[in-house]
């Protein structure tokens, strides 16, 4: 049974930092790229960040380029996304999403993504 589970999500204040963390079980991690969508309130979701398989290549959003960072960890099967400088508008629930490797860009649509987890909610207010 393949499952993609997030953790880390929580309140914090505007200009704080948060950790988020994804782990995918019943399929070799090292095979996947790995990536973060969110879906704020009234909104749809969309694309934050992904990373290769090895950790070398990354891809993000307008809006995360320069305060979020995309890592992976293969040995510990674990992806992470550290989130700095936090806007109110970062308010939304994150999505950690996995898709077998390829040749070719990084996906960046959500439809290119075949295991998805539940969410976490990150919420940024003073």
């Known amino acids: 049974q393949v499952q993609v589970a997030e953790s880390g999500g929580g309140l914090v204040q505007p200009g704080g930092s948060l950790r988020l963390s994804c782990t995918l079980s019943?399929?070799?991690?090292?095979?996947?790229?790995m990536a973060w969508f969110r879906q704020a309130p009234g909104k749809e979701r969309e694309f934050v960040a992904v990373i290769s398989r090895n950790g070398i290549l990354t891809n993000y959003a307008d809006s995360a380029k320069g305060r979020f960072t995309i890592s992976r960890d293969n040995n510990k099967n674990i992806a992470s996304l550290q989130m700095n400088s936090l806007k109110p508008e970062d308010t939304a629930v994150y999505y950690c999403?996995?898709?077998?490797?390829?040749?070719?860009?990084?996906?960046?649509?959500?439809?290119?993504?075949?295991?998805w987890g539940q969410g976490t909610q990150v919420t940024v207010s003073s």
């Open positions: 019943g399929r070799t991690f090292s095979d996947y790229f």
């Open positions: 999403a996995a898709r077998l490797g390829r040749l070719g860009q990084l996906p960046r649509l959500e439809r290119e993504y075949e295991y």
